[in-house]
């Protein structure tokens, strides 16, 4: 009865580790492995290729501009994203008629779908006729319809300017709400001992606010920065990555070549993985979370 | 914090490393079943959408097919799966590499399918194969057999704008390359593009072709890749000059086929290289009357090209479902000639078979396209172009902005490599 009794946790436990099991460390294994085989555009394995995968990854005359501008997209859209959900937060806590209807409205960019989201401003930036252009046009900051001024997708330094204005937009609503959440958890009586004190209102945040805000802003930034780094549907639908590579991100030149090499498309996989892990990794270490979290 | 808040939090943290796992580790797949109960039968027909909108969307066509078809054949269903050809490789792909066959594809059709023995022969499929058009055969065979059957033809021409010419006060049609550049340069002065260059992943792979031919060059010579050739790279430098003198759309290398058609049927594009598929196009807009717009050969470096591409869309039969005997009645039933000639008239296509092209050789809008298609040169047939198309359509246009040669000589050694 005891021996069965220790045993009773498995129960709780074991559909969670199950479903993890399944949904996310199998996945893992076989892709792993797929980055050893040789399996071409038709998913069919023809056998064990050694590290030929990586090779022929390492050998692609993007691979290298490629993960850096992975690295610029993640740092660019997550640190301007956080910079604004703070403001916005804070925005946000204060109390003004109609908070409750704003904070409802914050959350569309969230509920819409990413990808419909990214069709829209793909549309909205036509040289032609896309009503970005058409305003600008109005406002005289685009001198005439149509030309390579108002082809801002075409280009790639505009074309990756605004999808990553487009990925800070669609990661606002969710980082504020974090941040906000956070926020509420800080009591008053602090502030007014602070205020005793004589501390100004942005001395009071830069003290008071941003340390207890640590937590918030630390889970923000994590979940984040793994989201933004596998960012898809933004990139996919508005560019391809296009012209050639000069848009993508690895996680699109992963896709683009899975379409003729599955098995180098997993090592391209296996390097978007642990390059995730390494830095999250680092984030943590120089944020020191244990001692953020157990304080 | 204390404790318990801490150890939540740090499962917050461990979720979030569990997304990041499941994020990563991520693979696609979808639903799709093809059951046999009650003697019935099931089909899955996938088809590239050849439409421009609702109203002529592919699905219809077929839908009339397949309700005839059940009428005929009440034991067999087919269901019809219709895809944007801007996705359709990627897509078919996709259920392929999910083992999701379909059962009949019309579409690209790929020989490495044929080497992996997915398909059924043409003969194993149709009564009558031999009907199928012979100047395609060779795009459809793998290793002597037939697998790939045309469905649809059609052949490339250069569409301009007789009233743009007009007011820009040219009188020929562009014949030489050097025509070109100076009638783009003049129909720019009137606040036009030029000439429209979609090198965009769409379709980049048949308009770098066509210039390509104009230099006498081309993806292979002699069954190997050359397309880092002088020719090819002097077609590169040629277009590279017509982009930077402004005398195209702006960034060609991100436009597509589909928009940039389009805009040719609003009137502001002089010169577009074009299939017959451009005409509904032009009469949907209802902006360009028959008399303001027409079309001649290609043009070349020296002068209009006496070949052009010929492309042929494939139907392909998959063998994994083990429907042959349905495959067989459905194939023979679509490939009728009412229902080739339909849809050459639903698209402005040419038909893939030999008793419909002979219905329709008096036809005066047809007849040119159809004497042209017997010496039309078509993309290479080998196992690896799949692979190099990709390639191609993603990074083609780049040489235009780029250097051309280095452009060119990195797919060359892609395309190597791949064969």
């Known amino acids: 009865m005891s021996a069965l009794r220790r045993l009773s946790p498995l129960l709780w436990l074991g559909p969670a580790v199950a479903l993890i099991g399944v949904a996310v460390l199998w996945p893992v294994v076989v892709m792993v492995q797929s980055s050893f085989q040789a399996i071409g555009g038709e998913g069919f394995v023809a056998g064990y290729n050694g590290t030929a995968n990586f090779r022929h990854l390492f050998d692609e005359p993007d691979f290298v501009s490629v993960l850096q501008r992975t690295l610029l997209w993640v740092v660019v859209v997550v640190v301007v994203t956080m910079l604004i959900s703070l403001a916005l937060a804070q925005l946000f806590h204060q109390r003004f008629p109609g908070r409750t209807v704003t904070r409802w409205a914050l959350i569309i960019p969230w509920a819409a779908s990413v990808m419909m989201t990214a069709l829209i401003f793909r549309w909205a930036l036509d040289p032609n006729v896309g009503v970005i252009n058409v305003i600008l046009h109005h406002l005289g900051v685009v001198k005439q319809l149509g030309s390579g001024q108002a082809d801002w997708l075409g280009n790639p330094t505009s074309a990756l300017a605004w999808m990553m204005a487009v990925a800070v937009f669609v990661s606002l609503p969710f980082t504020t709400y974090a941040i906000l959440s956070g926020l509420q958890g800080i009591p008053d009586d602090v502030y007014e001992a602070a205020a005793i004190d004589g501390a100004t209102s942005w001395k009071a945040y830069l003290a008071v606010t941003m340390p207890l805000l640590r937590p918030a802003i630390l889970v923000a930034t994590l979940i984040n920065v793994i989201n933004v780094f596998n960012s898809f549907p933004i990139i996919w639908e508005m560019t391809r990555g296009g012209p050639g590579y000069d848009t993508a991100t690895s996680t699109i030149f992963m896709v683009d070549l899975k379409q003729g090499d599955v098995g180098e498309s997993a090592a391209m996989s296996v390097i978007n993985f642990l390059l995730v892990i390494v830095i999250v990794v680092v984030y943590l270490a120089t944020t020191r979370w244990k001692e953020q979290v157990d304080r | ?419």
Request: charged share 15%; hydrophobic share 40%.
């Open chain 2, 1 to 419: 914090m204390n404790k318990k808040i801490a150890s939540r939090f740090s499962g917050g943290v461990a979720l979030a490393a569990a997304a990041a796992l499941a994020l990563a580790g991520c693979s696609s797949s979808s639903g799709g079943s093809s059951s046999a109960g009650g003697g019935t039968t099931t089909l899955k027909l996938v088809v590239a959408d050849y439409g421009t909108g609702p109203a002529n969307a592919s699905a219809t066509y077929w839908n009339g097919i397949v309700t005839a078809f059940e009428k005929a054949h009440p034991t067999i269903k087919v269901t019809v799966t219709s895809i944007p050809w801007t996705n359709f490789d990627q897509q078919v792909q996709t259920m392929i590499q999910n083992k999701q066959y379909p059962d009949v594809t019309e579409g690209d059709y790929f020989s490495n399918y044929a080497k992996d023995g997915l398909l059924y022969s043409a003969a194993d499929v149709l009564s009558d194969p031999a009907n199928l058009l012979p100047a395609f055969k060779t795009q459809g065979t793998y290793s002597g057999t037939q697998y790939g059957m045309p469905f649809t033809t059609s052949s490339r021409t250069l569409f301009y704008n007789k009233k743009l010419f007009a007011q820009a006060g040219i009188a020929a049609a562009p014949q030489t390359w050097a025509d070109v550049q100076a009638d783009a340069a003049k129909i720019k002065k009137l606040g036009k593009v030029g000439f429209g260059l979609p090198l965009g992943a769409e379709e980049a792979q048949a308009e770098s072709l066509l210039w390509m031919l104009g230099d006498g060059g081309g993806y292979q010579t002699g069954g190997k890749y050359t397309i880092n050739s002088p020719a090819n790279v002097s077609a590169f430098t040629f277009l590279k000059g017509l982009v930077s003198a402004g005398d195209t759309e702006p960034n060609p290398g991100t436009v597509n086929r589909t928009d940039l058609w389009k805009q040719f049927a609003e009137g502001t594009v002089g010169m577009i290289n074009g299939s017959p598929a451009l005409i509904p196009i032009i009469q949907s807009a209802h902006v360009l009357t028959d008399s303001d717009w027409t079309s001649v050969p290609i043009a070349g470096k020296a002068g209009p090209l006496t070949t052009t591409l010929g492309v042929c869309d494939n139907v392909a039969a998959f063998k994994s479902n083990g429907h042959q005997a349905q495959i067989k009645e459905f194939l023979d039933f679509a490939y009728q000639d009412k229902y080739q000639l339909a849809f050459d008239k639903e698209y402005d296509l040419l038909p893939a078979t030999t008793s419909a092209t002979k219905a329709l050789a008096s036809d005066s809008v047809f007849s040119p396209f159809l004497t042209a298609l017997p010496n039309s040169v078509q993309y290479p047939s080998d196992t690896s172009w799949a692979n190099v198309k990709t390639k191609v359509q993603q990074t083609i246009g780049t040489a235009v902005t780029g250097t051309p040669g280095t452009v060119l000589s990195q797919l060359e050694q892609a395309a190597m490599s791949a064969s």
